[in-house]
Nanobody
Framework: QVQLVESGGGSVQAGGSLRLSCAAS???????TGWFRQVAGKEREGVAA????????TYTDSVMGRFTISQDNAENTVYLQMNSLKPEDTAMYYC??????????????????WGQGTQVTVSS
């Protein structure tokens, strides 16, 4: 089974930027990779997703225009560039992969393979 490792989290001030990476242990070219985030006590929320074949992307409304998901299939890595960060973006960020047809690419139940997460903290 493919394994995922996230990196790039950290602490920044509001308005700053971070780039998260999701490195897969094998090719995910036939799948969809999603980024999710979770605050303690709340549901895990879909942030962005990218279909490996065709580069089709999906974003949740709250990050549209600020976050960009991209991929490097040669490196089996998906990135999440986060700009204009806000305190409400503070969360643990997870990447996930699905190899089946997705009805909703930002729905966490669509994904079976998850990374361990990387913390993002944005201070005001």
């Amino acid at each position: 089974q493919v394994q995922l490792v996230e990196s790039g989290g950290g602490s920044v001030q509001a308005g700053g930027s971070l780039r998260l990476s999701c490195a897969a242990s094998e090719s995910t070219v036939s799948g969809t990779t999603g980024w999710f985030r979770q605050v303690a006590g709340k549901e895990r929320e879909g942030v962005a997703a990218i279909v490996s074949l065709g580069d089709r992307t999906t974003y949740t409304d709250s990050v549209m225009g600020r976050f960009t998901i991209s991929q490097d299939n040669a490196e089996n890595t998906v990135y999440l560039q986060m700009n204009s960060l806000k305190p409400e973006d503070t969360a643990m960020y997870y990447c996930a992969v699905s190899f089946r047809f997705l009805v909703g690419p930002l729905l966490r139940n669509e994904y079976a393979v998850w990374g361990q997460g990387t913390q993002v903290t944005v201070s005001s």
